[in-house]
Structures are given as C-alpha cells and as structure tokens.
C-alpha cells in the first residue's frame, strides 16, 4: 500500500499490460458522455444538447 497511484495511472499499466487496446474508445465515449451529463444538469446550453437527442 505504499505505493499509492491514480486510478489513471492503475488503469494506463492495465491497458499496457493486458494489451487491451480495444477498451480505450469505450473509455473514452464513457467519459465523453460523462462530461456531456455533468455539464447539461444546469447550463445555458442545455436546449443544444437535447437538440442532438
């Protein structure tokens, strides 16, 4: 327990290691929509974003 790393690092050495390559789109679209969610909760552009649904 020393060692104590980032989740990004964690998950960076699992993607090398594992050669799981192929996880990195679905990270990426997972965090994409993440942020879109968190930033439409209360914003001025909410009624472009619904636009796109």
Same mark, same amino acid.
């Given at each position: 327990?020393?060692?104590?790393? @980032?989740? %990004?690092?964690? $998950? /960076?050495?699992? !993607? *090398? &290691?594992? *050669?799981? /390559? /192929?996880?990195? =789109?679905i %990270? #990426?679209?997972? &965090?994409? &929509?993440?942020? !879109? #969610?968190?930033?439409?909760? @209360? @914003?001025?552009? @909410? =009624?472009f #974003?619904?636009? $796109?649904?």
């Open positions: 327990m020393s060692n104590n790393r @980032s989740l %990004i690092g964690e $998950l /960076w050495d699992f !993607l *090398k &290691v594992r *050669k799981a /390559w /192929w996880l990195t =789109p %990270i #990426i679209m997972l &965090v994409l &929509v993440g942020a !879109l #969610i968190i930033f439409s909760q @209360s @914003s001025a552009i @909410s =009624p #974003i619904y636009a $796109l649904f």
